[in-house]
């Protein structure tokens, strides 16, 4: 048996969570194909598999935590395989660690060579091309290009709550899209249908009750999203010098007929505008304003703190935003957010009102310079023409690192916003 171990993804996390398998035992799998999709650092990455065979044996459940270099996949060993070192870590990944395969026959040969017997660790982890030394395996010599990844974990996340057959859309062997999969299912619902939703209620299939995460119970590991929260935390008090303003926005010319979080996402592009300086990174002693606005949303759940992000929202519709948010937060709670929708994020974005709470401190995650938190709705008396009104006040607490940013331009900022949501 060759057995393929879990190598490092490269988020500085030692395992990872086994999410879903796409293959099952005694199923024949080609070169890069999807072998499972885990979970690490609260993003969902799908590892393939670093050579073609028959899966003889899964070494781990779903829902079961994997530590890195453990056995994940044994694959059955042919007479003219040899071991093989795993692919490259993905692009975003940084100083992976080394994994190893094992294999068990010492008389496998290799082009009419004997194979050695013994272990060996290879130069990667997954995804890409398979790199060797010079001994390589001959029944993978003649693949020049895997098969192309059908879905991302999200995209498949989305077909099976709308009840989607994602091998029916593939047509030309392409990567299916978000918006190929609802206009499959003629998921054409109104913004305020999503920010209701009323629209994920009418659609969703009903799914078998999953115990997520358990209650944390003392000496118990967290989850990886919780872990990934408190490495991103201790970052954040060591590098950003951070300042918080306050203040309350006059909504009573929308207030309950818009949804709010809607709303706030305008907000903050208007005011990206206005003052370009809270859009940025800071890396390096630079500051480098970016463009376009990608607006990180802190989603709640029982797993832990998800960012995921909303990305060019000044090119997107209203109800383009808001089916992504409720896509969003359906896989913070049941399946987990793709890697790729994680990152990029230039700004963020905290309605932790929706729970409870008026004002906060947000914390700014490195390298964004800025982070608007939004309280909950409440009555308060204003000023109309030198009389007291009672108007629905929204409180906002946005905070910026003040090694970047001057109070200056923090304080137009809120400003903008202000203007943006009383209006």
Known sequence: MKIFTLPDLGEGLPDAVVREWHVHEGDEIAAHESLVTVETAKALVEVPAPWGGRIEKLFAEPDQTVNVGEPLVGFVAEGSSQET?????????????????????????????????????????????????????????????????????????????????????????????????????????????????????????????RDLVKAQEPGEIMSPARRAMGLSMSRARDQVAQITLCDDADISSWWGSEPALLRLIRAVQSACAAEPTLNAYFQDDQLSPQQPVNIGLAVDSPRGLYVPVVKDVATRSDDSLMAQVADFKHQARETGIAQSDLQGATILLSNFGAIAGRYATPVVLPPTVAIVGAGRVCQGVVVIDRWPAMRPLLPLSISADHRAVTGGELARFLQAMLAALST
């Open 85 to 209: 070192s795993q692919s490259a870590v993905p692009a975003e990944a940084s100083s992976p660690k080394e994994s190893v395969i094992q294999e068990e026959p010492e008389k496998e040969k290799v082009c009419g060579a004997s194979a050695p017997s013994r272990s060996r660790a290879d130069s990667g982890t997954v995804v890409g091309k398979l790199e060797q030394s010079e001994d390589v395996l001959g029944a993978e010599q003649g693949l020049t290009e895997g098969p192309k990844r059908l879905a991302t974990p999200s995209v498949r996340a989305l077909a099976r709550r709308l009840g989607v057959n994602l091998e029916q859309l593939s047509t030309d062997g392409g990567v299916i899209t978000a918006a190929q999969v609802r206009s499959a299912a003629g998921a054409k619902f109104s913004a305020a249908e999503i920010a209701t939703g009323q629209a994920e209620q009418n659609t969703r299939k009903p799914l078998p009750e």
